[in-house]
């Protein structure tokens, strides 16, 4: 039974997302693609937060709540605004505000935020004028390659489209630069958890052809080419038909592995260790042979898309890189065919 303390509005968020994650859990377990739980999962978060935002709203005096409204926006980011959100991922928000925002912006923030934790979800936020949001991505790769993915929940639709495009443009501006923060920052992460490939217990998010090298993908073709989406990549002629199936076969293969992980946890887990791989492996019902044992099949499975991953990407990335005009015409003069 919840406790007699929360809100109505809250007791009503824990039940919708207790119901809601069995449900597709349960879809999950009968075998549903992995970006298809992904968007269910999504869509679920957005009709609990926006129950959540309308109650706080609500609780303000009218007239606050009149001028907050034409001010203010609700915007998921990261991988929550990707639509790609595991089932215990944190929830990554931001509440976009006017300057001229009213006195009821601080007491709607704390009265939302505070109802979000207290309906169990774990919570990345933050409050920010367009402006200032543009100028943390300049200095923060990671707060440029979250503020890329993002997208409106509910408030201001033409504030949400002012700070896209401000947002667009900033980075466009500073395109070199940034291509070179959010590829070092990768690289970095990479030496913390894995360079190869080859790991006897990978991180599926954060080692060498996991998940973060496809959303490296994304960020990298949205600052060079302002697009992240691989189908749209292959449709400018950025990314090659057969990269760009190899890319969406190997995130449907990870994501749906993530899933497995986080349900059968019941928390977040992204480190596929030797005990997941042996039950996994049994689940998904690799044979072995006299040769070779089920859960190294299931690795070898493992290991070809991660593989495949690191390839597309380390390529996608080194074309994308903006020449100098010393290096471009030197690649012009020299790459003349000579008869």
Known sequence: MYGLTFRESVRSAREALERGRASICAQHKQGSPGIQVCERLTTLLDEVLSALWSAAVEELPSAEASDLG??????????????????????????????????????????????????????????????????????????????MESRLLTGDASLFQEFTESFRRTMRRRERQLISAIDQARRDERSQFGETVYLLEP?????????????????????????????????????????????????????????????????????????????????????????????????REYFRHTTGVRSVVSEFVANARPQSVVTSALGAFFGQAIE
């Open 70 to 147: 034409a001010s203010i926006a609700l915007v998921a980011h990261g991988g929550y605004g990707r639509r790609d959100v595991a089932p215990f991922s944190d929830v990554d928000l931001m509440i976009l505000h006017r300057p001229e925002a009213g006195p009821g912006l601080e007491a709607l923030a704390k009265r939302f935020l505070r109802d979000v934790f207290d309906a169990g979800l774990m919570l990345g936020q933050s409050v920010r004028v367009p402006k200032e949001a543009c100028q943390l991505a300049l200095q923060d790769a990671s707060i440029a390659t979250t503020l």
């Open 203 to 299: 991180n599926i998010k954060r080692s060498r052809g996991g998940l973060r090298d496809i959303q490296l993908l994304r960020w990298i073709g949205f600052a060079r080419y302002g697009v992240a989406d691989p189908d749209e990549l292959q449709l400018r002629g950025h990314l090659r038909h057969a990269d760009e199936l190899r890319i969406r076969q190997a995130l449907e293969y990870l994501l749906r592995l993530r899933n497995e992980l986080h349900f059968h946890a019941g928390k977040p887990n992204d480190v596929l260790d030797r005990s997941e791989q042996i039950r996994i492996a049994t689940l998904s019902g690799f044979p072995g042979t006299e040769s070779i044992l089920p859960v190294e099949q299931f690795m």
